[in-house]
């Protein structure tokens, strides 16, 4: 089974600063590992995911996230946020070759991006 | 765009009724998925299939069942809506051939008086 932690609830910001958004899992096995975004009153849109390969991964509106397999980590990152970047922010895991089951989400993240 | 589609996406009843969600997805994915979303609990897997007339529970299924007669539709049925079920749920399917990606479908806002 795995688990994911996420370490803010919430992540107030003002705008044009940098923002990190912590994302920790615990697994037994390897695992693909994924950052969604949900605006209010919407359905959750992919950022980005890990599969393999490169470690550091980029998504959609500027974000990337980076895979650290001796922490077990994977932490979503922006340099410069935007207004329109306030949203919540889930992290999720899946196992690999897994059963259809096993997609775990943290409780999310809120973040504010403040004028 | 996973091409999934929620119905209805608002919903009021009454404690006691039967509540059906429909799940319509047009890319053929074998893996399908309730989920419901509520404050502080993030989202926890209901139901979830894989494939026609093959599904399992998930973390919270107690007072729901599932029905999945073709691969396109995956259906949530409330039998007796409690106050409880009021939430948000969103179906989503799984694409294994990207990593088995999850998408979501734009969600059902239903609300038990």
């Known amino acids: 089974a795995q688990s994911v932690t996420q370490l803010d609830s919430q992540v107030p910001v003002f705008e044009e600063a940098p923002v990190e958004l912590r994302c920790n899992y615990s697994?037994?096995?390897?695992?693909?590992l994924f950052w969604y975004v949900q605006y209010p009153n919407q359905g959750l849109q992919l950022l980005l995911k890990?599969?393999?390969?490169?470690?550091l991964v980029k998504g959609i509106n500027g974000f990337e996230a980076e895979f650290n397999k001796s922490q077990t980590s994977f932490h979503l990152r922006k340099p410069s946020v935007h207004i329109s970047d306030t949203a919540e922010y889930f992290c999720?895991?899946?196992?690999?070759?897994?059963?259809?089951?096993?997609?775990?989400f943290g409780s999310g993240t809120q973040l504010t991006v403040l004028p | 765009d996973a091409g999934i589609t929620q119905s209805p996406r608002h919903k009021v009843t009454e404690t006691g009724t039967p509540v059906t969600l429909r799940c319509h997805q047009t890319?053929?994915?074998?893996?399908m998925y309730w989920y419901r979303q509520d404050p502080g609990h993030g989202l926890r897997l209901i139901h979830y299939?894989?494939?026609?007339?093959?599904?399992d529970k998930g973390e919270v299924s107690d007072g729901y069942s599932v029905s999945r007669s073709k691969t396109e539709d995956f259906l949530l049925t409330l039998e007796s809506a409690t106050s409880s079920q009021t939430s948000v749920y969103f179906c989503?399917?799984?694409?294994?051939?990207?990593?088995?990606?999850?998408?979501f479908g734009e969600g059902s806002w239903l609300t038990v008086v």
């Open positions: 989503a399917i799984r694409d294994i051939s990207e990593g088995n990606t999850i998408y």
């Open positions: 697994s037994s096995v390897s695992v693909y």
């Open positions: 890990y599969l393999s390969g490169s470690t």
């Open positions: 999720a895991v899946s196992a690999r070759g897994g059963s259809a089951r096993q997609l775990t």
């Open positions: 890319e053929n994915h074998r893996y």
């Open positions: 299939s894989y494939g026609v007339k093959d599904t």
